[in-house]
Nanobody
Framework: QELIAESGGGSVQPGGSLTLSCAVS???????????MYWYRQAPGKEREMVAQIKSVGVGGSTTYATSVTGRFFMSRDDDKKSVQLQMTSLKPEDTAVYYC?????????WGQGTQVTVTA
């Protein structure tokens, strides 16, 4: 059974930093390097939005970010550990949301349960 587990969420003051981690397990991830990985977030009363994407190394491993987080958030992957991270800096109250990790390969799309990030003074 596939499993995606996020960690690293918490409460932080504006201007602070957090690093989220996402680890995958299960036979569907035996070929983890081919997966494109994503971080999404959903704030109360709002739709889920993509925050960051990192493509598989096989197609260049490039990253893409939402305009609202460009220059503040940085996504990376460790294919040996079957994990991705999202380094979040200069956090703002509007970054408060549940953050979800997602793995995608072809028509396969898997989601984690999410981790809460709260930015408040």
């Amino acid at each position: 059974q596939e499993l995606i587990a996020e960690s690293g969420g918490g409460s932080v003051q504006p201007g602070g930093s957090l690093t989220l981690s996402c680890a995958v397990s299960g036979t569907v991830f035996d070929f983890f390097p081919v997966y494109s990985m994503y971080w999404y977030r959903q704030a109360p009363g709002k739709e889920r939005e993509m925050v960051a994407q990192i493509k598989s190394v096989g197609v260049g491993g490039s990253t893409t970010y939402a305009t609202s987080v460009t220059g503040r958030f940085f996504m990376s992957r460790d294919d040996d550990k079957k994990s991705v991270q999202l380094q979040m800096t200069s956090l703002k109250p509007e970054d408060t949301a549940v953050y979800y990790c997602s793995a995608r390969w072809g028509d396969k799309n898997y989601w984690g349960q999410g981790t809460q990030v709260t930015v408040t003074a």
